[in-house]
């Protein structure tokens, strides 16, 4: 593994330990397939790649490491609010209202900027597909 690779890993690791151990952290210059996330450091920048039985799905690429390490955790904790919601599901409500104040949690303790982000991210999407509690 190279030293920019290294570094990252560092930074993951540390970042992580903020919101726990986890299964979901990414590979480093390698993939396990899975679609689980790798990633992978060259002369062209950072990228955030995801490869699912062979195939590569996702490839994003950036020169900025807050937004890499963003990309990473947004998909990490994404996962960790999907698992918190099913064990924690409120019947009669929209699942994702509790997996989007899970997330949007779990990336305040990472880097409250990033929770900003998302919480626009997740804006525009309920403009187009609101809330739908059945009561």
């Not at 020169?63 to 698992?83: H, K």
């Not at 064990?87 to 949690?105: I, S, T």
């Not at 409250?112 to 739908?132: G, N, Y």
């Amino acid at each position: 593994m190279n030293a920019e690779l290294r570094q990252l890993q560092q930074q993951v690791e540390i970042l992580a330990k903020r919101i726990a151990p986890i299964p979901w952290k990414p590979t480093y210059g390698y993939s396990v397939d899975g679609a689980l996330t790798h990633l992978e450091v060259d002369s062209n920048g950072m990228h955030y790649v995801v490869v699912e039985r062979g195939q590569e799905q996702l490839r994003r690429t950036t020169q900025d490491v807050d937004e890499l390490l963003y990309w990473v955790f947004a998909s990490i904790t994404f996962s960790m609010a999907s698992s918190y919601e099913v064990r924690h599901r409120v019947p009669d409500q929209d699942f994702r209202r509790l997996l989007f104040a899970k997330q949007a949690e779990l990336l305040h303790r990472l880097n409250p900027v990033w929770e900003v982000r998302r919480q626009q991210e997740l804006s525009d999407i309920l403009l187009q597909a609101p809330f739908s509690d059945t009561k």
